[in-house]
């Protein structure tokens, strides 16, 4: 099995910073894209941003020019610099990942972190 672990979301104020963290560990034999995902309240989860194994990002136009995606090949971890928050941008925020388990199979699965909460008051 493979686990995606999330950490260092909180409450910030508008104008302000938040780096969250997404570690995969597990069965893992290759990890492809990595992205974040983030869903507000009445609202369908998104794409916010992910990063390819060549470290190419992918952003959402709303979070363009203020955050930034990043990736540690060798830890399978990836980073969400997330600058100038502005309310709009308080949600559940998800890590999603594909991953190869085996050498033997082609395959990649997708799985999914448990979420951490970013809160931007203002």
């Known amino acids: 099995q493979v686990q995606l672990v999330e950490s260092g979301g909180g409450l910030v104020q508008a104008g302000g910073s938040l780096r969250v963290s997404c570690a995969a560990s597990?069965?893992?034999?290759?990890?492809?894209?990595m992205g974040w995902y983030r869903q507000a309240p009445g609202k369908q989860r998104e794409l916010v941003a992910s990063?390819?194994?060549?470290?190419?990002?992918n952003y959402a136009d709303s979070v363009k020019g203020r955050f930034t995606i990043s990736r540690d090949n060798a830890k399978n971890t990836i980073y969400l610099q997330m600058n100038d928050l502005k309310p709009g941008d308080t949600a559940v925020y998800y890590c999603?990942?594909?991953?190869?388990?085996?050498?033997?199979?082609?395959?990649?699965?997708?799985?999914w972190g448990q979420g951490t909460q970013v809160t931007v008051s203002s």
């Open positions: 990063i390819n194994t060549g470290q190419i990002p």
């Open positions: 597990g069965s893992i034999f290759a990890v492809g894209v």
């Open positions: 999603r990942s594909l991953v190869r388990s085996s050498r033997y199979s082609t395959n990649y699965s997708e799985y």
